[in-house]
Structures are given as structure tokens and as C-alpha cells.
């Protein structure tokens, strides 16, 4: 929490969000801070991974969307007419609920972003390999295996292969959808313990698969029900005395 | 106990019929292979294998070259998939992931409707409007050319082709599409380097079943291309009339005594077609498993 007081590296301002009329976000304002992990928790149906994909437009290709509001990244609005989607992706990363390698292997996988971006240079790709791959704790794993088909990796290491290949593109924020809902114990582990050595650099915006996981990982921690933003507070703090008596109640287990 | 373990009549009857028609319709092939092999073989022994691979088909004079005809098929399919491979598959692109929902929901049904236009229809269509074309754009004595033959077999293929690869992009993930846009690549770029390659499989049996349905093609083939049994090894073979396969076959069967000569030399094309279509299907099920293996997805 070394940045509190400075400016949020995002800012949600009054955001609502309708899919086909039914309403999925309600009037949300959010500041998630830089270098930090912020954790969105809460019931399933909640809005928190139509949130997330606000934050890189992911959802502009849905049909039959209505969206209210303003999403500041730095302090700009990204969506704002005329707004790079290429360049906005490139700066925000995610990760997916479903480990998901494209076709190709390990090091095609890790550098699918970095050579759609146009980098060619041989030695530069593999300073990217490495460095990825290290900052997703994967690098021991799979050093011999480079050239391995990535659908060859166990579940954990494709899941922790995911992140590497968003960390390729160096963006300045990674969003993580229950990155680790298919995981084992053991890989869920890993996947947060390198999330703590990325935050370092990173602004991570995670959906955490469980109150414990929200509970262990997060600086800030918001709370999520049925498309309102209930309460918003320092991790270390919410957990343990919650100020909302719904947040409280699905805390200790009454929903939810 | 004794209740349970009896069989009740109609379930023995129903399964019974299940498996006579299963079992019927791997007898009906392995038959129609026998009689082929049957009636095709002979010729490989009454007839030289020189003289059978020789240039020339003039049955008349003892003459059964089958090369002119094994390239003149080769020539007019190959032709075919060069026109209809990338046709193809650009439309299926343009059908799932480019147009607007409402085209694509009138597309489709249009293009499933062009694969049942029977053949022998299409070759007048080939020979009546598509040859002068043909001919006055070459200015060639001719518009019933090898090239003519390859058009209208890509037209016939291409249904096939686009209906299938369309199916096999349809069952792409949507969280590939997702993968690919948060990679920082654009649409164009998620559909060529994460879309098409997922749905790689898929789209090579789209590309075999519409080279099947081009190298078998008989009517239509024998209406637009000439027959004329020439060798198309010149580099305007392609503008000039040439025979296939199955044209021969369609074309004498008819007037050959049975029995004769003639009679198992068109059988033993049969059995030559037969042999390729069974190696290159062959070789399309290993690439495909082979590179399912490798980590292509389906």
C-alpha cells in the first residue's frame, strides 16, 4: 500500500452496465490503486467480471450492451472516442477463468503478444521469454520444454503459462479472472505467490475464486452484490470488521 | 432375478435390426469392393502394364494408356481446390466472424441451398453460359477446356467447403476470441493467427470433403471438359480440352461388351481412382491427428 494517497491508476466513475436491458452494474465508483492488488469478491451475478472487462474493452463486442459512466486509466477516459482497443490491450492485460494456451508451443504461446506487436529481434524475444516466464514462477518448470506443445502442460503450469503470456507484452495492468478457479491447491499456491512478486511492478485487479483467496492476496478488497459496489476497504481491514451488514454476512458464510 | 436377466422380445427384435442394418451396410461396401477388384483386375494381366501406362487410350486399337486420363483428373481437381481453397474459406471467415448477424442468418441458409443443385445441371449451366466465356476470353477454337471443367467443380465444392469450415469456426471458443483481442491483437489478426488456427481441423475436412466431392464428379466434369484423351503436360494444358477418370468410364461404359478387354480396363481406372481417393483421405486423417497431437486443439 506504498501509493496510497496518489492518484488511482484506475478510476470507475458512476458506471452502470445493461446487457439487453437487464441491468448487470449499478452506478459503481471504484478507485483501484497502483501497485497494488485489488480484489473484486462477492456472490456469482454480482458484476464482477463484467467490471473486469470493462477495464480493456473486452465486452465492446457484445451485442445489445448499454454502458453509463467513465473508466479512467491514468486519468483518461478509454472510452472516449477515438481511444486505441490495440494499444488499451496492450497496456491492460488478462487472464482468463479457463487456462487457455492458443495452439503452438510454450514459446510460440509466451510470444504470441510481443510478435503481433511487430518485436522480431531474436535476442530481444528471448530476454521477453525468460523474463515472462520467471515473473509467472513457471521458468524451472518448463526450461527444457520450450518447444513442447503448451496443451502438453499440466492445468497449473497452462494457467501460470496464461499470465506469462500476458506479462510479454509488459502491460501496466493485469486483470485475473478466478485465475485459479481449476486449479489444485499446490498451483493455486504458485499463481499467488507470483502474484505477490508482481505486484511489485503491476497493478493487479483480481476475481479471487474464494473468500480465502480474497482474504490472503488482497490490498484493497470490494465487495460485490447483485451489481452495486457494497463497500470498498484496505484488505486487512474489511475482512476483520467489515463496516456493511450484508459484506459481514457473507463473510462469516450467511449467503452466498 | 430371472425376470431381470430375460430380454424382452421387442428389445431383442429392435437390436436385432439395428445390427443387421450396421452390419449390411459394411457387406454392401466390402461387396462392391469385391466386384470391383473382380472385374478390374483381369486387365492388369491382358493388358501390358507398359501399354497400361503408356500415353495414349485408344481402346479401339488395343491402346490403354490410363496416364492421360490419371492427369487429366489430377489437372481439373487440383485446378479446382486452387480456385475453391482460398474462396472457400475466406467466405466461411467472412460468414462467422465478419458480417452482421442478420446477413450471416441469410448467407448460411443460401449456401447450403447452392450444395443440392444436382450436377448434370450445373454442366449445362457450365456448357451453355460459362464455355463461350470461356472461349472468347481465350480465344481458343474451344470454350470446353480443363480450365472450364475446374471452375465448375470449385463452384460444386464450394458449398461443402464453406458450410463446413463455417461449422468448425462456429465451435471455437468464444474465450479464444477473448484470448486473442487481450493479447493486444486486432480482430483481423485474432482471426487469422488464433481463430482459423484453432479451427485448423476442421477446415482441412472441410477442404477433403470438397476435394472428394471435385475428384468423383462425373457429369458435370463430362459435359464442360472436352474429353478429349490428350496427355496435359504442355503449360496451356490447363486452356485446352483434357479427359478424366471418371469421365471414361461414364462415357463407355455403355458401349463395351462385357467382359472384354475394354470392359476391365474401365474397372481398372475404377480401381485406380479407388486406390488414390483411399490414400489421399488416408493422408488427411494422419495430418490431422498428427497435428492434433502436436496441440492443435480439435
Known sequence: ?256 | MEQMRRPRLGEFVIESLVKVAGLSSIGFVVLIFFFLLREGVPVFFEVELTNLFSTRWYPTFGLFGTLPLILGSALVTLSAIAIALPLGVVTAVFVREVAPHWAREILKPMIEVLAGIPSVVLGFFGMTLLAPVVRRMLGMPTGLTALTGALILAYMSLPTIISVAEDALDAVPKSYRDAGLALGATQWQTIWRVVVPAARSGIVTAVMLGMGRAIGETMAVMMVTGNAARMPLTLDSLFRPVRTMTATIAAEMGEVAEGSVHYHALFGIGIILFVITFILNLTAAATIFKKRRRGGLR
Open chain 1, 1 to 256: 500500500m506504498s501509493d496510497q494517497g496518489r492518484p488511482p491508476k484506475i478510476r470507475i466513475e458512476n458506471v452502470s452496465y445493461s446487457y439487453d436491458g437487464k441491468l448487470a452494474l449499478r452506478n459503481v465508483t471504484l478507485d483501484i490503486p497502483a501497485r497494488a492488488i485489488t480484489v473484486l469478491f462477492g456472490p456469482a451475478g454480482g458484476g464482477k467480471t463484467t467490471l473486469l472487462r470493462l477495464i480493456n474493452r473486452l465486452n465492446d463486442l457484445i451485442e445489445g450492451t448499454q454502458m453509463s459512466g467513465r473508466v479512467l486509466l491514468d486519468g483518461e477516459d478509454i472510452y472516449a472516442p477515438g481511444t486505441d482497443l490495440v494499444e488499451l490491450r496492450r497496456r491492460v492485460g488478462m487472464v482468463f477463468a479457463l487456462p487457455l494456451p492458443l495452439p503452438g508451443t510454450v514459446r510460440e504461446n509466451v510470444l504470441y503478444g510481443p510478435k503481433l506487436a511487430g518485436v522480431r529481434d531474436r535476442t530481444r524475444l528471448d530476454e521477453i521469454l525468460y523474463r515472462s516466464l520467471q515473473q509467472a514462477a513457471l521458468w524451472d518448470e518448463v526450461k527444457d520444454r520450450l518447444d513442447d506443445p503448451a496443451s502438453t502442460l499440466s492445468g497449473g503450469q497452462q494457467q501460470r503459462l496464461c499470465i506469462a503470456r500476458s506479462l510479454a507484452l509488459e502491460p501496466e495492468v493485469l486483470l485475473l479472472d478466478e485465475p485459479t478457479s481449476g486449479l489444485d491447491p499446490i498451483s493455486t499456491g504458485k499463481v499467488e505467490e507470483s502474484l505477490f512478486n508482481l505486484k511489485r511492478n503491476y497493478t493487479i485487479v483480481i476475481v479471487p475464486h474464494s473468500i480465502q483467496q480474497a482474504a490472503r492476496v488482497a490490498d484493497v478488497a470490494a465487495f460485490m452484490l447483485m451489481g452495486e459496489l457494497v463497500e470498498c476497504g484496505p484488505g486487512s481491514a474489511l475482512f476483520v470488521r467489515p463496516r456493511d451488514r450484508r459484506t459481514e454476512d457473507y463473510i462469516t458464510g450467511r449467503f452466498g
